[in-house]
């Protein structure tokens, strides 16, 4: 079976990790430690801002950046209904009312014409998620924001090392907001995520919030939460930081092959990046409008298939009365009910890549 993901690392890798937890509990530090302050620190620098805060997890994240910034009841944030539940939920959480816009069809990133038409006096940022790995079109999105005096916030939970025209995802906002689950191009074992950001006011008020909202300790200026990195997740991710650059390049190659050799009437592919840098595949998504019998085939081949995701947001039972563009939203819609996910992995096999393309052109035609 060729699965979407794989969790099994291999022994070098599993040794490293073994040894990084050893050091964790041998310290007898196991919060807000060395740990957490040394990656903090790395994927700081490798997102090319100067703070980096280590948080619960990618949901806990986003909130934590909108908090930051003092986003909350009567404010307004416009983001994507193509993305993970969390996106739109933590807008529920800070009190802000989330507004969608739709996606561009052939990327299924955001549009930034759906984006304008949604604009209103209680606009206070937009929310742009780098869906699937790709990055684009980043100098738009800040001249927007800058025009109309919003904040741009980075949703980079699929987005780890994706850069345009040399700038990392997440330094291009206000905020950026990562997910470590283990899922992700960088995954820990378990949940995390970290806030990013070049503004040392936000900087602090995160560190404040993720920890109760203590300023200093027993000191309470903030209602916060409880969301901290642990030490033994932040020293595993700083050794998978290490494959990090190789299993990404392994993803541009998969995706490479994909991308020359399907060939098939009824699939088509998502338009591939302008910047080899911009897109780093966290998934490699496909569209056909006969998903259910291409899947099915896909399966009786030995291909384990994923669709994100079925349901878009306007479309979940608490988002039904959501707001939206007043063009509606036909692209995210269409792109629901035909969107497959094909096996990415950077431990992928040329073999099995083979396999997936062979699978997918002579699935025959229903």
């Given amino acids: 079976m060729i699965f979407m993901n794989h969790f099994k690392a291999d022994k070098d890798l599993r040794e490293k990790m073994l040894s990084a937890v050893a050091r964790v509990i041998d310290s007898e530090w196991y ?51 193509m993305t993970a539940f969390a996106t739109v939920l933590a807008i529920y959480r800070v009190g802000a009312q989330p507004v969608l816009a739709d996606i561009e069809p052939d990327r299924a990133l955001l549009s930034i014409e759906s984006v304008q038409r949604c604009l209103s006096s209680r606009t206070k940022a937009i929310l742009l998620v780098h869906i699937y790995g790709q990055i684009a079109d980043m100098h738009s999105w800040v001249d927007l924001c800058k025009c109309y005096k919003i904040a741009l916030v980075e949703d980079c939970a699929q987005a780890h090392l994706a850069s345009w025209q040399g700038r990392t995802a997440g330094s291009f906002g206000e905020v950026g907001a990562y997910s470590f689950y283990p899922t992700k191009n960088l995954g820990a074992i378990g949940d995390a995520g970290m806030v990013v950001t ?11 919030l993720r920890n109760y909202g203590q300023s200093v300790r027993g000191y309470h200026s903030d209602l916060g939460m409880n969301s901290r990195l642990d030490e033994i997740q932040a020293a595993i991710l700083q050794v998978r930081l290490q494959w990090l650059v190789e299993f990404t390049n392994n993803r541009r190659t998969i995706a490479k092959a994909y991308r020359e050799a399907i060939c098939h009437p009824l699939v088509k592919i998502l338009l591939p990046p302008e910047e080899q840098e911009s897109h780093v595949y966290h998934l490699f998504v496909i569209t056909c409008e006969a998903r259910e019998a291409l899947q099915a085939h896909l399966q009786h081949h030995g291909i384990q298939t994923l669709i994100h995701y079925p349901v878009p947001v306007h479309h979940q039972k608490p988002c039904s009365n959501i ?30 890549v083979e396999i997936v393309i062979e699978a997918i052109n002579t699935f025959p035609c229903p």
């Avoid at 994927?43 to 910034?69: K, P, T």
């Avoid at 036909?330 to 990415?344: G, R, V």
Wanted: aromatic share 6%; proline share 5%; charged share 20%.
């Fill in 198 to 208: 070049d503004n040392e006011w936000f900087a602090k008020k995160a560190l404040c």
């Fill in 31 to 81: 919060v807000l430690g060395q740990e957490v302050e040394a990656f903090e620190r790395n994927w700081a620098s490798i997102c090319g801002v100067r703070f980096g805060i280590g948080v619960g997890n990618g949901l806990h994240a986003i909130e934590i950046a909108l908090r930051s910034m003092d986003i909350g009841p009567g404010d307004e944030v416009i983001t994507t209904p």
């Fill in 323 to 352: 707001m939206r563009d007043p063009n509606g939203l036909i692209n995210s819609e269409f792109h629901a009910n035909t969107c497959l996910s094909l096996p990415c992995h950077p431990q992928m096999s040329k073999d099995q």
